[in-house]
Protein backbone atom coordinates (compact mmCIF):
# COMPACT_ATOMS: atom_id res chain seq x y z
CA UNK A 1 0.00 0.00 0.00
CA UNK A 2 2.65 2.39 1.08
CA UNK A 3 4.15 2.12 -2.59
CA UNK A 4 1.16 1.83 -4.41
CA UNK A 5 -0.87 4.75 -3.10
CA UNK A 6 0.89 6.53 -0.18
CA UNK A 7 4.35 7.32 -1.92
CA UNK A 8 2.62 8.35 -5.62
CA UNK A 9 -0.18 10.84 -3.36
CA UNK A 10 2.73 12.56 -1.43
CA UNK A 11 4.64 12.95 -5.65
CA UNK A 12 1.86 13.61 -7.19
CA UNK A 13 1.59 17.47 -6.10
CA UNK A 14 5.25 17.77 -7.75
CA UNK A 15 5.13 15.86 -10.36
CA UNK A 16 3.62 16.80 -13.87
CA UNK A 17 4.41 13.87 -15.53
CA UNK A 18 2.29 11.49 -12.74
CA UNK A 19 -0.25 14.29 -12.77
CA UNK A 20 -0.87 13.81 -16.69
CA UNK A 21 -0.97 10.05 -16.28
CA UNK A 22 -3.76 10.13 -13.02
CA UNK A 23 -5.51 13.17 -15.56
CA UNK A 24 -5.78 10.70 -18.09
CA UNK A 25 -8.06 8.30 -15.94
CA UNK A 26 -9.47 11.14 -14.00
CA UNK A 27 -13.38 11.17 -14.83
CA UNK A 28 -15.63 14.09 -13.40
CA UNK A 29 -18.47 12.04 -12.84
CA UNK A 30 -16.73 9.70 -9.79
CA UNK A 31 -15.03 12.56 -8.04
CA UNK A 32 -16.15 14.91 -5.92
CA UNK A 33 -15.31 18.04 -7.60
CA UNK A 34 -17.34 21.04 -6.09
CA UNK A 35 -16.43 22.27 -2.28
CA UNK A 36 -20.22 20.32 -1.75
CA UNK A 37 -19.63 17.35 -3.29
CA UNK A 38 -16.07 17.02 -1.37
CA UNK A 39 -18.07 17.93 1.83
CA UNK A 40 -20.37 15.41 1.53
CA UNK A 41 -17.77 12.99 0.39
CA UNK A 42 -16.09 12.93 3.63
CA UNK A 43 -19.26 12.02 5.34
CA UNK A 44 -19.90 8.78 2.92
CA UNK A 45 -15.77 8.09 2.94
CA UNK A 46 -16.88 7.67 7.13
CA UNK A 47 -19.96 6.03 7.12
CA UNK A 48 -18.71 3.65 3.95
CA UNK A 49 -15.51 3.26 5.69
CA UNK A 50 -17.17 2.02 9.10
CA UNK A 51 -20.06 -0.11 7.48
CA UNK A 52 -17.99 -1.80 4.95
CA UNK A 53 -15.27 -3.05 7.97
CA UNK A 54 -18.30 -4.19 10.39
CA UNK A 55 -20.09 -6.05 7.57
CA UNK A 56 -17.42 -7.49 6.05
CA UNK A 57 -14.65 -8.04 8.87
CA UNK A 58 -16.15 -8.02 11.43
CA UNK A 59 -20.15 -9.58 11.03
CA UNK A 60 -20.04 -11.63 7.76
CA UNK A 61 -16.07 -13.18 8.68
CA UNK A 62 -17.64 -14.86 11.97
CA UNK A 63 -21.06 -15.78 10.44
CA UNK A 64 -19.30 -18.10 7.18
CA UNK A 65 -17.34 -19.14 9.48
CA UNK A 66 -19.32 -20.32 11.68
CA UNK A 67 -22.18 -21.21 9.26
CA UNK A 68 -19.83 -23.57 7.11
CA UNK A 69 -17.33 -24.13 10.17
CA UNK A 70 -14.31 -23.50 7.99
CA UNK A 71 -11.06 -22.17 8.88
CA UNK A 72 -10.54 -18.59 9.72
CA UNK A 73 -8.41 -18.18 6.39
CA UNK A 74 -11.25 -20.06 4.61
CA UNK A 75 -13.84 -17.47 5.76
CA UNK A 76 -11.25 -14.66 5.22
CA UNK A 77 -11.01 -15.83 1.46
CA UNK A 78 -14.21 -15.63 1.19
CA UNK A 79 -15.50 -12.52 2.53
CA UNK A 80 -12.47 -11.28 0.33
CA UNK A 81 -14.17 -12.54 -2.72
CA UNK A 82 -17.58 -11.39 -1.65
CA UNK A 83 -16.01 -8.01 -1.21
CA UNK A 84 -14.72 -8.08 -4.34
CA UNK A 85 -17.30 -8.69 -6.16
CA UNK A 86 -19.89 -6.55 -4.59
CA UNK A 87 -17.43 -3.73 -5.99
CA UNK A 88 -18.75 -5.17 -9.45
CA UNK A 89 -19.36 -1.22 -10.44
CA UNK A 90 -15.94 -0.70 -11.19
CA UNK A 91 -15.56 -3.23 -13.53
CA UNK A 92 -13.48 -5.97 -13.50
CA UNK A 93 -10.46 -3.90 -12.23
CA UNK A 94 -12.28 -2.25 -9.41
CA UNK A 95 -13.74 -5.86 -8.19
CA UNK A 96 -9.92 -6.75 -7.99
CA UNK A 97 -8.59 -4.16 -6.82
CA UNK A 98 -11.06 -3.89 -3.94
CA UNK A 99 -10.19 -7.68 -3.19
CA UNK A 100 -6.33 -6.84 -3.02
CA UNK A 101 -7.60 -4.18 -0.82
CA UNK A 102 -10.02 -6.35 0.86
CA UNK A 103 -7.03 -8.79 1.63
CA UNK A 104 -4.80 -6.03 3.25
CA UNK A 105 -7.96 -5.02 5.46
CA UNK A 106 -8.26 -8.65 6.53
CA UNK A 107 -4.45 -8.77 7.12
CA UNK A 108 -4.45 -5.49 9.48
CA UNK A 109 -7.40 -6.96 11.15
CA UNK A 110 -6.27 -10.00 11.92
CA UNK A 111 -3.05 -8.80 13.29
CA UNK A 112 -4.23 -6.19 15.62
CA UNK A 113 -7.56 -8.41 16.84
CA UNK A 114 -9.86 -4.54 16.00
CA UNK A 115 -11.54 -3.27 12.99
CA UNK A 116 -10.39 -0.07 14.36
CA UNK A 117 -7.38 0.20 12.26
CA UNK A 118 -8.88 -1.30 8.80
CA UNK A 119 -11.66 1.01 9.23
CA UNK A 120 -9.75 4.13 10.04
CA UNK A 121 -7.41 3.07 6.87
CA UNK A 122 -10.73 2.22 4.87
CA UNK A 123 -11.32 5.91 4.88
CA UNK A 124 -8.09 7.04 4.39
CA UNK A 125 -8.19 5.50 0.81
CA UNK A 126 -11.64 6.13 0.05
CA UNK A 127 -10.72 9.98 1.09
CA UNK A 128 -7.86 9.70 -1.33
CA UNK A 129 -10.16 10.89 -3.90
CA UNK A 130 -10.50 14.32 -2.49
CA UNK A 131 -6.85 14.63 -2.67
CA UNK A 132 -6.48 13.68 -6.33
CA UNK A 133 -9.40 15.92 -7.27
CA UNK A 134 -7.49 18.80 -5.30
CA UNK A 135 -4.27 18.15 -6.73
CA UNK A 136 -5.40 18.24 -10.21
CA UNK A 137 -7.88 21.42 -9.61
CA UNK A 138 -4.68 23.01 -8.82
CA UNK A 139 -2.91 21.67 -11.80
CA UNK A 140 -5.92 21.95 -14.23
CA UNK A 141 -4.02 24.32 -16.77
CA UNK A 142 -1.29 21.79 -17.56
CA UNK A 143 -4.50 19.61 -19.57
CA UNK A 144 -8.05 20.34 -21.23
CA UNK A 145 -10.44 18.38 -20.54
CA UNK A 146 -12.53 16.77 -22.83
CA UNK A 147 -15.94 14.39 -22.56
CA UNK A 148 -15.28 14.29 -18.93
CA UNK A 149 -11.61 13.08 -19.55
CA UNK A 150 -8.61 14.83 -18.87
CA UNK A 151 -6.29 15.04 -21.77
CA UNK A 152 -2.56 16.44 -22.08
Given amino acids: MIVTIV ?41 VGICEEIIFRGFMYTYIRDLLSISPWGSFLIVTIIFGLGHFMQGVSGMVSSSLFGLIMGYFYFTTGSLLVPILIHIAYDMKAIFITRVLQKHAGEWKITNNKAAP
Fill in 7 to 47: IPLIILPYSKLLREKVAENYDEKLYPVTSKQQFMFIFVSII
